[in-house]
């Protein structure tokens, strides 16, 4: 079983705590409103990074960013997106296991329709 690094909205801050949180992890998940590219590059330094585009990532460094992925984690398939209310699919209905989602900048872990709600 895998171990999963989860953060959203770190606008910018590449923070040190990151580091000693996600030790052992084999892939961190990030959520968007990532704030610039050396974010990223802190995090792969710790586990491979799969992110998505948040409302204020904009310019260069981020037109690759997908606004919404499916990532495949042990044979189940985590969708990571940053607005949870701009979801524009069935995320059971779509096979999904878990919703990782940012943006509001409050924690959550809920289950609704059989798939699990998470924000860091």
């Known amino acids: 079983m895998k171990r999963i690094g989860v953060i959203a909205d770190t606008h910018g801050l ?8 996600f030790a052992g992890v084999d892939l961190i ?6 704030g610039g590219s050396e974010v990223l590059d802190a995090l792969r330094r710790i586990a491979p990074v ?3 585009r948040g409302n204020t990532d904009q310019g260069d460094w981020c ?12 044979g189940a398939r985590l ?3 940053h607005n949870a209310a ?3 699919f069935d995320p ?3 096979g999904v296991s878990a919703v990782i989602h940012g943006h509001s900048h409050r924690a959550e872990e809920r289950t ?7 924000n860091p």
């Not at 590449?14 to 949180?21: N, Q």
């Not at 998940?29 to 990532?34: I, P, Q, T």
């Open 63 to 74: 037109a690759d960013l997908p606004l919404v992925t499916l990532v495949p984690v042990d």
């Open 14 to 21: 590449a923070r040190p705590e990151a580091a000693t949180l």
């Open 86 to 88: 701009e979801l524009a």
């Open 92 to 94: 059971a209905a779509a």
């Open 50 to 52: 799969h992110a998505v």
């Open 29 to 34: 998940l990030h959520a968007g409103d990532v």
């Open 112 to 118: 609704a329709g059989g798939v699990f709600y998470f």
């Open 79 to 81: 969708c990571l997106l």
